[in-house]
């Protein structure tokens, strides 16, 4: 996944911390940031019941790999800026904490890069994908004006909107986004850790996850919108949004029926995936993949079991394109829930702040 292994922006690698890191988002963000070249992962929090042990102790490592060693003895640290010297804070916190505590990191100085739901709606919010709008980084400045913060809080999306945003965005830049069906096959992962009881889950569809689908419904929107200098806005066509839980252990499978302002073939559509590789000043990055997209050819592929490390986790794949009947052309996707749909975005979004200077003295 790293094609890039030249030295940090500005030289010297940013300290930072994982807030939640007992979770598996917080584990994902261990073995990103575990030797990466820009950040050091100084300091881990969590809550009450993990703070002050070490991490080994604190967390149920859920992952096939071994806990990174020098990980293992860091001493968990209470979600309090106070505790936590780092300029930059990923935040893998559950909603009710990311509440009070992420708020509380930026009026401290610090930037919050989280994955949780709380503010990605705010329109001084930036909900950032890094290859499809990245410039809605410049909303920062109205942000801490705003809110008389020096810090300030970037978002993530939802992991099942950033699987969908990312197709969807090179075919709205082609073709004009008229109207959108999407129903998700999501995996347990999603639910965090211990998540969904395995006897609700094995062998078994859930066909309701709460909360979801107005999160989808919305996020897409916001990630194809445009931002001016004070505010973002989402791009205006209608999402419907059907959410499922399924025993897969990772990979949002996404299925959606697409209109659009100018009519296109599968082959068109197909073509402009395929080309795609997102904002320019994305490339390269060390967490970005080659490809953010691709597309496969095979007719019964995506499948989470075949794809779903593509690109380290970051490439979201596509398949299955094909004309819709009612709308204009439908095709299913599917990418890494806790990698691309959570702290693999969220270091990316970090390595392109760092490269657009908006890190610089953190
Ligand atoms: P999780 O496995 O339940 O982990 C939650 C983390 O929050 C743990 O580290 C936990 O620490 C910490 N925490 C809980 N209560 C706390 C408190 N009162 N004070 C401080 N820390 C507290 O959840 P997850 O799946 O990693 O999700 C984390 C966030 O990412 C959520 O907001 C979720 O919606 C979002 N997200 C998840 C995914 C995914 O695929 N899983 C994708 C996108 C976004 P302890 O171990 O000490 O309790």
């Known amino acids: 996944m790293r094609t890039r292994l030249d030295g940090p922006p500005g030289g010297e690698r940013r300290k930072v911390a994982v807030l939640g890191a007992t979770g598996a988002v917080g584990q994902a963000f261990i073995r990103l940031l575990e030797n990466h070249p820009w950040f050091e992962l100084a300091e881990i929090a969590a809550s009450e019941r993990s703070a002050g042990k070490p991490y080994a102790e604190a967390a149920r490592w859920i992952g096939g790999d071994a806990m990174p060693s020098r990980v293992a003895g860091m001493t968990v640290r209470a979600c309090d800026p106070a505790e936590i010297t780092s300029g930059i804070v990923f935040s893998a916190l559950d909603s009710a904490t990311a509440a009070t505590a992420e708020p509380a990191f930026a009026r401290a100085g610090k930037t919050v890069l989280t994955n949780a739901k709380n503010f990605r709606m705010e329109p001084d919010v930036p909900l950032v994908i890094a290859e499809v709008n990245p410039d809605h980084l410049d909303v920062i400045s109205a942000q801490r004006k705003a809110r008389g913060w020096d810090g ?211």
């Open 152 to 362: 300030a809080i970037v978002a993530n999306g939802n992991c099942s909107a950033i699987v969908t945003a990312l197709p969807l965005a090179p075919i709205h830049q082609t073709f004009g986004i008229t109207k959108l069906v999407v129903a998700t096959m999501q995996a347990i992962s999603g639910a965090g850790y211990p998540g969904v009881a395995s006897l609700d889950i094995l062998g078994n569809v859930i066909p309701y996850i709460g909360d979801e689908e107005p999160k989808i419904e919305g996020e897409v929107r916001k990630f194809l919108g445009t931002c001016d200098r004070d505010s973002v806005h989402s791009a205006d066509f209608p999402v419907s949004a059907h959410a499922n839980r399924v025993p897969v252990e990772h990979g949002h499978t996404v299925v959606m029926s697409i209109g659009l302002s100018r009519h296109a073939r599968p082959d068109e559509v197909i073509d402009a995936i395929a080309d795609w590789r997102g904002a320019e000043i994305a490339r390269g990055l060390p967490t970005a993949p080659e490809r953010p997209l691709e597309v496969s050819a095979s007719p019964d592929q995506p499948q989470p079991r075949r794809q779903v490390d593509r690109g380290g986790g970051m490439t979201v794949t596509v398949g299955r394109v094909r004309p819709d009947p009612i709308f204009d052309v439908k095709l299913v996707a599917m990418g890494h829930n806790v990698i691309r749909g959570a702290a693999g975005a969220s270091v990316l979004n970090a390595e392109l702040m760092a490269r657009r200077g908006l890190l610089d003295g953190l």
